[in-house]
């Protein structure tokens, strides 16, 4: 008795046919016993797709169709009191950099590029002596401007090379709550506080 080929996944002993079916996967016939079905994640675990497939071709399912677990949010409480003074302070130092200037002591009243590139709070401190004016590189950025500064006159920013072009953009003192002072941006022509 001869038997008709099907392919290498069908080889079976001629004195025990087997039935064959074709690999929903590969499309290759294939014992019938061999085959197995093709399982995939779906919602929290393991289900059936309802595919008989040769092991050779089995895809494992993978864990990301899973759907997430989520950890519960805690309870809240009613009328909370956060601190927010320290975590307006942790949050701009960890995320964006403070810098502390002494006015007074400033090398030609300007702040450096690799200075204005690296942090995005500037905290100006100093005992003035008279109204000063501070230089920043004309570079498109937002930033703090913090004004400690002490001596009853009035500390002013300007972009470098706009001597003539705009006044300068003078800084009110920083808020005793949050330490802050205006976020200021720049257009490349001026200096615009962004707080108002």
Known sequence: ????????????NLKNPQAIGRCDISGFMVRHSDMVEQMRYVGSGLVGTKML???????????QELIPRIKIDPKPILNPR?????????????????LDIDVPTLVDNTISIENFMDFGSFNF????????TVFVPNLMR??????FTTGGFSLSLQLIGNIS??????????????L???LIGNTLINLQNLSI
Request: hydrophobic share 35%; no cysteine.
């Open 165 to 178: 072009i705009t006044p300068p953009l003078i800084i009110p003192k920083a808020s005793t709550i949050t």
């Open 1 to 12: 008795m001869r038997s008709r080929g099907h392919g290498k996944y069908t080889k079976m």
């Open 125 to 132: 401190r100093g005992v003035l002596i008279e109204d000063t």
């Open 82 to 98: 956060p601190d927010n003074l320290i975590d307006n302070q942790l949050t701009i130092a960890t995320s964006i950099g403070i």
């Open 53 to 63: 497939v040769n092991p050779k071709f089995y895809s494992v399912p993978n864990p």
């Open 142 to 147: 937002e930033f703090y401007a913090n004004n």
């Open 180 to 182: 802050l002072g205006p």
